[in-house]
């Protein structure tokens, strides 16, 4: 099964622009607690490199483009956030790095909970060692 999971986010946008609404619990499966957003990142830099034990997230690149990585431990995928309309679904247990923002790029995240430090994983043999037991 495919790490990435991508949520098809309809534009209601007209002559006017583009207006994309995500609705909890509608198009997306939980209750956002908490939003952020990531923008003028230095060209180069990398971000991520760490996973949540209890987290669901959606990112969207409401402006540029980003890549993110996903890893499960077995298997790394990549995918493109080059659209208001893509979003993607970030689950527990999920190693996740975004690399190659543009110098433009606005990646918004929708999450479940609070942030919580003792959430985090920041260590790639922890985390591995943690899905494989
Ligand atoms: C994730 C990816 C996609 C807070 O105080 N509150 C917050 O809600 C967040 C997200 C961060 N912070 C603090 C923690 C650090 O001192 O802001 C600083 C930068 O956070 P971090 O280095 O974790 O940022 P990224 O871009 O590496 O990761 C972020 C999220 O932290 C993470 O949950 O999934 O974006």
């Known amino acids: 099964m495919s790490l990435i999971h991508l949520i098809d ?3 209601l946008g007209d002559e006017r622009g583009s207006l994309v609404s995500i ?3 509608n198009h997306i499966p939980f209750e ?3 939003v952020y957003y990531i923008s003028q990142t ?5 971000r991520g490199f760490h996973a949540h034990k209890n987290l669901q997230q959606l990112a969207v690149c409401v402006a540029g483009k980003c890549r993110l990585l996903l890893d499960d431990g077995i298997s790394r995928e990549s995918v493109w956030l080059d659209s ?3 979003g993607l679904f970030i ?3 999920v190693w996740r790095e975004m690399h190659d923002f543009s110098a433009d790029c606005v990646l918004l ?3 479940s909970e609070h942030y919580d430090e003792s959430d985090y994983i920041r260590d790639y043999s922890l ?3 943690k899905v494989r037991e």
């Open 109 to 111: 995240v929708l999450a």
């Open 91 to 93: 689950g527990n247990n």
């Open 42 to 46: 230095k060209q180069g830099v990398s």
């Open 9 to 11: 986010l309809q534009s």
């Open 127 to 129: 985390f591995c060692a």
């Open 84 to 86: 208001s309309n893509k």
């Open 32 to 34: 956002v607690k908490r």
């Open 23 to 25: 609705e909890a619990n």
